[in-house]
């Protein structure tokens, strides 16, 4: 017996070993092992496991738990999906008047900005509009976020990254203040009456630099209306300088900006601002779009954009689980799409808000590594190219730019205070393919941390194994198909089946609603259904891929959360609705 468990301990050991340059570069850093996780194989859901420590250790993923956002968005959107913004009307149009209001459902389309109004403001005249004699009605309802401006994350309250959502979103939620101290004069960007700015500046000649360089902002939020205070001394050898804080609600910025763009294009607005739904009689105008999803991710994953993936979970809330979007249902969905796609791996997975910027936000490494093999396996280099490419653009196109990585990595980036984190594919000289992830939660993380992932990285761009078929990127999934047998078709797998079995029960059940508190490789036990039993809970255990247990099952999703509460606090924290 002990020699048998000496051999398992053993042949452990020299499975998950690390190889002896990562060892030597982690023991280069001087951080401790414990706050490490590193998981690489070779890429695709079949490749070989290179290095593995701490791999199913839960940590803070910082921004790198995006790409499940964004991942999650194509599979359940697709990569041309596109953001509507809807115009109605209610009256008539008479001589040019419109007899009645304009009226605009927003349905959160994070890019709406200032260069839209060009188009839709030709949209509005198209229609014979030259004066609007009611309202404009802005219906924000499609999600339920509350009223904050900021998330208060951290110091910097005003600062973008900080920003929350709104149904009815413009500029992201940014208002730009344009300093010109050459001229001694401030203005702001777009117009917009919701704000005002104060110009307390004194203009010195003085070299522009250092306290001369920047104004001091004060922002006062007490009334109504929120003022900005620009102060301080200023050179009066400064270029343009443009200062961008949240300060007031996106909806208002969209008014004054559509009204003002209106008026420029000869379309006077009789009427103000209100702010309810759609009435039913409205009749729809047009429909403004934003750019294909597959733009949209990009930004998100590149640059790290924490609004777009906010926006990305509530879509994906109200997608599955109808609107108003809350985060609640975002984090139920991204979970299921997921794991109903068979992409989501085991251990704790809390999402938060899906940007990252949050300290309760958990995953492991292998979990996210799972996400990016099932990626890599389905789409190819069209999701790579979503991720930041090394030394070319996003977050790491200085960090590679001079190494033999650029152009040969494809990944997300995550930082926080204690937290450096890194995850997606690696090209090595042989153009063999890594999914490479690597997470550090340490008080030596910001610059140690970045050091060790760089020479970690570095190490397999150089390597020249040579890439099998496990390893070859597929650019597309329809190219793999077109070069695949119908019998061995990517469709025609046990995925296929099981979503085959879920439409038929679909179909021949009318309850639609569960929770789902756990999945397994094999049968539960006894005593687990047992105590699911003692709760009073109904639940049926259902074979795909994995034994899934679902309690329920419940006709509509507010009885499924009503129970949900208590499924959570009794059974699993986890525990999240599920519609079949």
């Not at 998100?300 to 993936?309: D, H, I, P, R, V």
């Not at 068979?342 to 996210?368: H, P, Q, V, Y």
């Not at 991720?387 to 990595?409: E, M, P, Q, W, Y």
Request: net charge positive; proline share 3%.
């Amino acid at each position: 017996m002990l020699r048998s468990l000496f051999v398992y301990v053993i042949l452990s050991l020299w499975l998950y070993a690390l190889p002896q340059v990562i060892n030597e570069e982690i023991r280069r850093s001087g951080i401790s092992k414990k706050d490490i996780s590193i998981y690489i194989k070779e890429a695709g859901q079949h490749g070989k496991v290179v290095a593995s420590l701490n791999a199913s250790k839960s940590r803070t993923p910082a921004s790198v738990i995006k790409v499940l956002t964004t991942y999650a968005s194509v599979l359940k959107l697709g990569f041309d999906y596109r953001w509507p913004t809807k115009f109605y009307t209610t009256g008539k149009v008479q001589n040019g008047v419109l007899q009645g209001d304009l009226l605009i459902k927003g349905f959160g389309d994070p890019t709406l900005n200032a260069k839209d109004l060009e188009k839709i403001v030709s949209a509005i005249r198209a229609e014979g509009i030259r004066q609007i004699s009611g309202d404009i009605v802005i219906d924000r309802s499609y999600f339920k976020v509350g009223s904050q401006d900021t998330s208060g994350f951290d110091e910097n309250l005003y600062s973008a990254y900080n920003a929350m959502p709104d149904a009815m979103m413009f500029n992201e939620r940014v208002v730009t203040v344009c300093v010109i101290p050459k001229e001694k004069r401030v203005h702001k960007k777009d117009a917009d009456e919701s704000y005002r700015v104060v110009d307390q500046l004194e203009h010195v000649n003085k070299p522009c630099r250092g306290k001369y360089s920047w104004p001091r902002v004060k922002i006062d939020k007490s009334e109504v209306v929120p003022t900005v205070f620009l102060q301080g001394k200023i050179s009066k050898r400064c270029g343009k300088r443009n200062i961008c804080q949240v300060i007031t609600k996106p909806y208002k910025s969209f008014y004054y900006a559509l009204k003002d763009r209106l008026a420029q294009e000869g379309v006077a607005v009789r009427g103000g601002l209100k702010l309810h739904k759609i009435p039913q009689e409205a009749k729809a105008l047009f429909t403004h779009y934003s750019e294909p999803l597959e733009e949209i991710i990009a930004e998100t994953s590149k640059e790290s954009n924490n609004l777009y993936a906010r926006h990305l979970l509530l879509l994906l809330g109200a997608k599955l689980y109808g609107a108003p979007a809350t985060v609640e249902k975002g984090r139920d969905a991204i979970k299921y799409i997921l794991d109903s796609r068979g992409a989501l791996g085991e251990g704790k997975l809390e999402i938060d808000n899906g940007s990252g910027l949050s300290r309760t936000s958990k995953m492991n490494a292998k979990l996210l590594a799972k996400m990016y093999d099932d990626a890599y396996d389905r789409y190819g280099s069209r999701w790579m190219e979503t991720l930041s490419i090394a030394g070319v653009d996003g977050t790491i196109k200085r960090r590679f730019r001079h190494t033999v990585v650029k152009n040969r990595a494809w990944m997300k980036t995550g930082t926080l205070r204690r937290v450096k984190n890194i995850g997606g594919y690696v090209k090595n000289r042989a153009g063999k393919f890594y999914t490479a992830v690597i997470i550090i939660n340490s008080s030596k993380a910001k610059y140690r941390g970045a050091k060790l992932q760089d020479e970690i990285v570095k190490w397999l761009a150089k390597s020249t194994a040579k890439p099998g078929i496990s390893s070859t990127v597929p650019t597309s999934v329809k190219t793999i198909q077109q070069k695949m047998p119908a019998s061995e078709s990517l469709f025609s797998n046990v995925k296929t089946k099981r979503v085959a079995v879920m439409k038929q029960e679909s179909k021949e059940n009318t309850v639609q609603y569960y929770i789902q508190v756990g999945s397994f490789s094999s049968m539960p036990n006894k005593t687990y259904l047992a105590k699911i039993s003692t709760l009073g809970l109904p639940y049926k255990v259902r074979r795909a891929e994995n034994y899934k247990v679902l309690i329920g099952g419940y006709r509509d999703e507010k009885s499924a959360r009503a129970v949900l509460e208590k499924v959570r606090r009794d059974i699993n924290v986890r525990a999240f609705i599920v519609k079949l």
